[in-house]
């Protein structure tokens, strides 16, 4: 009697040998699976030889960075401070490059405001007394203490006519003079130098006054505000051509352009 491996439950016999194999491995793959499975894998550790490296490569690429840019900070600062002080000395001394000169002056009076168109190519000079005395506030509260009809405006501190009273006796006395075109209506001018005043006048004609030449030096022309001009002329006056109630300039502002 032949004995067979499925009654007695011991090895399987030739025949049964594929299947047994077969159900063996069926068994044994999916153990394997949940064993390697159940093997969790712990975090990566970085060397104390990596860590210093980039921080060594991190310190290499900051650190040209920030000294280039104290490099232009301090060299922006030193020019920042080099104009300042040029600046700041140019208008304590009393002394303005023509590259700095501003082309126009604002009056503002209380009667509106007058714009000024400076002839600084013409007369320099004059224009650069004239824009240090506005940075110092000279002319600020100065009032027109003298104002003729059909004439002039005069700003200033004199308490005589001097030229412009000599101008109306003249014209008086020839009824009428031949007009130049330097010295039409709504022109700025000053006094010509003298040795024996330091003031610095201001005049702003209302007509052509062409006897003034010889005295006057014009440095700019109205450009805007002509109707506060002539309404500052329209003032009253006492026989003396001093404005019974005081009309004067505010201030002057200085711009580059309007």
Same mark, same amino acid.
């Given at each position: 009697?032949?004995?067979?491996? #499925?009654?007695?439950?011991?090895?399987?016999?030739?025949?049964d040998?594929?299947?047994?194999?077969?159900?063996?491995?069926a068994?044994?793959?999916?153990?394997? +699976?949940?064993?390697?499975?159940?093997?969790?894998?712990?975090?990566? *550790? $970085?060397?104390?030889?990596?860590v210093?490296?980039?921080?060594? $490569?991190?310190?290499?690429?900051?650190?040209?960075?920030?000294?280039?840019y *104290?490099? &232009?900070?301090?060299?922006?600062?030193?020019?920042?401070g080099?104009?300042?002080?040029?600046?700041?000395?140019?208008?304590?001394? =009393?002394? #303005?490059? =023509?590259?700095?000169?501003?082309?126009?002056?604002?009056? %503002?009076?209380?009667?509106?405001?007058?714009?000024?168109e !400076?002839?600084?190519?013409?007369?320099?000079?004059?224009?650069?007394?004239?824009?240090? +005395?506005?940075?110092?506030?000279?002319?600020?509260?100065?009032?027109?203490?003298?104002?003729?009809?059909n004439?002039?405006?005069?700003?200033?501190?004199?308490?005589? +006519?001097?030229?412009a009273?000599? &101008?109306?006796?003249?014209?008086k006395?020839?009824?009428? !003079?031949?007009? #130049?075109?330097?010295?039409?209506?709504?022109? @700025?001018?000053? !006094?010509?130098? %003298?040795?024996d005043?330091?003031?610095?006048?201001?005049?702003?004609?209302?007509?052509?006054?062409?006897?003034?030449?010889d005295? !006057?030096?014009?440095?700019? *022309?109205?450009?805007?505000?002509?109707?506060?001009?002539?309404?500052?002329?329209?003032?009253?006056?006492?026989?003396?051509? *001093?404005?019974? #109630?005081?009309? =004067? $300039?505010?201030?002057?502002? @200085?711009?580059?352009?309007?």
């Amino acid at each position: 009697m032949q004995e067979s491996s #499925s009654s007695d439950g011991l090895l399987p016999t030739a025949l049964d040998a594929p299947l047994y194999l077969k159900h063996l491995m069926a068994k044994i793959k999916p153990q394997a +699976l949940l064993i390697q499975s159940k093997k969790k894998k712990g975090p990566t *550790r $970085i060397s104390p030889s990596t860590v210093i490296t980039c921080n060594v $490569i991190v310190i290499l690429i900051v650190l040209p960075l920030y000294a280039t840019y *104290r490099h &232009w900070f301090n060299r922006s600062s030193n020019q920042l401070g080099t104009g300042l002080e040029n600046f700041e000395h140019s208008v304590t001394s =009393g002394e #303005s490059t =023509g590259t700095h000169l501003p082309s126009y002056a604002i009056f %503002n009076t209380a009667k509106g405001s007058i714009t000024i168109e !400076l002839y600084k190519d013409a007369s320099r000079d004059v224009v650069n007394k004239f824009v240090n +005395l506005c940075r110092k506030g000279h002319f600020k509260g100065m009032l027109f203490d003298h104002v003729i009809k059909n004439f002039v405006i005069q700003g200033g501190n004199s308490q005589k +006519l001097e030229v412009a009273g000599d &101008w109306i006796l003249k014209g008086k006395a020839h009824s009428q !003079l031949a007009t #130049s075109p330097k010295h039409e209506a709504f022109m @700025l001018g000053t !006094l010509k130098p %003298n040795k024996d005043s330091k003031e610095f006048e201001l005049f702003i004609t209302t007509a052509p006054i062409p006897d003034l030449s010889d005295k !006057l030096i014009i440095f700019g *022309r109205v450009i805007k505000g002509e109707d506060v001009v002539q309404e500052i002329e329209e003032v009253d006056t006492d026989e003396h051509y *001093r404005p019974k #109630s005081p009309v =004067g $300039i505010v201030d002057i502002a @200085l711009k580059r352009e309007v």
